[in-house]
């Protein structure tokens, strides 16, 4: 019975062994060194020391010996038993040794009982997922914000599981997901990798496909001018899965940045756009000049003139009545990206001409008629006249006084019947 028990603890310990020899990421020399220090652990732990062992692995074949050497000394002079043995003992094992030779002997590790290969069990997986753990983190801490291909292993709620070509995790959380994506198990995706958080050294690889990052990447994957350097992505804005603008500049005269990032018949974006689910891409040219670049980025709308306030970053432009719609977008769209391009609030007002210009008045005259408080709201965003109401868009109304659709149309008919 007792022979049996050592057997199958021997076979456990295999089995230990040709659980680690496989173990992805980590190279060899390491594999090794690992697999000795967990044995050289629970050996001091049984004898109180393993420097007198010798512990030979070999995770290709997946077995191991340990030899333990010790001082051959005259019968009744043991003081250490690990380290020295009784002259009959060492006789038994070999007829011809002498006091002062070493006598090295084979241990059977599994006689040490299955706490001790539990011990040594736990030890090896505790050391090797930490290898795997610093082996991913080393891996991806210094690919943030490249692109990576993974295949789809699990769909949850909050987050997507993908593994890469070497089964490690990488994790994509809903926030970052295009609504628009369709995840099915087996097919491969692409993200960028958005950051590498670490927390007791447990890595965790996030991914991003809503990330500017992304769409840069894709960019410079597609437009091989981007990837020499001849022409640079200065800004980008997105709504994933919706639109996006990029601003983008060239440093050769020979070059149209926009062009070519477009391609012919816009063939070097159709990839892009249909790699994140239909999200129609704005170029423009990018410059300096803020009224410029604020001009282009709320194309296709044409602006008549512009207010910059560079202090805080705001800017009031006027338009012709028929392009404000155009400016705004569909579902404030393309004023909500310009703004994120050109990182200045931009407020959109309809140019009255000169021959319908008659006196104003002041808001707070139509409290017979309006609410104060709808009033108070209108006049935070610093709209202080009836006229000044009714040149401003319908939209930034609801929006930006955060009123009611209905309340905002009540108040529009009240200023109006004033005027005709």
């Given amino acids: 019975m007792a022979a049996r028990k050592s057997d199958s603890g021997q076979i456990s310990l295999i089995d ?51 030899y333990r050497n010790r001082i051959v000394v005259a019968d009744g002079e043991v003081a250490d038993e690990n380290k020295q043995i009784a002259l009959k003992d060492a006789l038994a094992i070999e007829p011809d040794y002498e006091v002062g030779e070493e006598v090295s002997e084979p241990v059977n590790f599994a006689k040490f009982g299955r706490r001790a290969i539990l011990n040594l069990r736990q030890t090896l997986a505790s050391k090797v997922l930490e290898l795997e753990h610093d082996t991913l ?7 943030i914000g490249q692109v990576v291909v993974g295949e789809v292993y699990q769909v949850w709620k909050r987050e997507v599981l993908l593994i890469d070509d070497e089964n490690n995790e990488l994790i994509l959380p809903k926030s970052e997901q295009i609504p628009a994506d369709i995840y099915r198990k087996g097919e491969t995706m692409r993200a960028v990798i958005l950051r590498v958080d670490n927390e007791n050294n447990n890595p965790k690889i996030i991914l991003s496909r809503t990330s500017p990052m992304f769409l840069e990447r894709l960019l410079e994957m597609e437009v091989p001018e981007i990837a020499d350097g001849l022409i640079a992505i200065r800004r980008i804005a997105r709504l994933p899965g919706e639109r996006a603008k ?15 990032c477009v391609g012919v018949k816009g063939n070097r974006v159709h990839g892009i756009v249909h790699e994140l689910c239909n999200e129609n891409i704005d170029v423009v040219n990018y410059t300096a000049n803020v009224q410029l670049f604020i001009q282009r980025a709320l194309s296709p709308a044409r602006v008549s003139s512009i207010n910059i306030n560079e202090e805080e970053h705001k800017a009031e432009v006027y338009l012709h009545p028929e392009e404000v719609s155009l400016a705004i977008g569909r579902g404030g769209m393309n004023i909500k990206l310009a703004s994120m391009l050109t990182e200045y609030t931009i407020d959109v007002f309809r140019e009255v001409p000169e021959d319908q210009v008659d006196e104003d008045i002041y808001l707070d005259e139509f ?54």
Avoid: C, H
């Fill in 16 to 66: 230990t062994f040709r659980e680690f020899k496989d173990t992805k990421n980590i190279d060899r020399t390491t594999l090794v060194s690992v697999l000795e220090e967990s044995f050289r652990n629970v050996l001091a732990k049984l004898f109180g020391s393993d420097e007198n062992f010798d512990v030979i692995v070999n995770p290709d074949k997946g077995d191991f010996e340990i």
């Fill in 137 to 143: 983190y080393n891996k991806y801490k210094d690919r």
């Fill in 246 to 260: 990029i601003a983008v500049e060239s440093f050769d005269d020979r070059i149209d940045p926009v062009g070519a």
């Fill in 367 to 420: 409290s017979d008629e309006i609410d104060q408080w709808v009033i108070d709201a209108i006049k935070s965003i610093g709209l202080d006249t009836a006229k000044a109401v009714l040149n401003a868009p319908r939209e930034m109304l609801v929006e930006k006084a955060d009123l009611e659709e209905e309340t905002v149309d009540q108040v529009l008919n009240v200023l109006r019947a004033e005027f005709e």
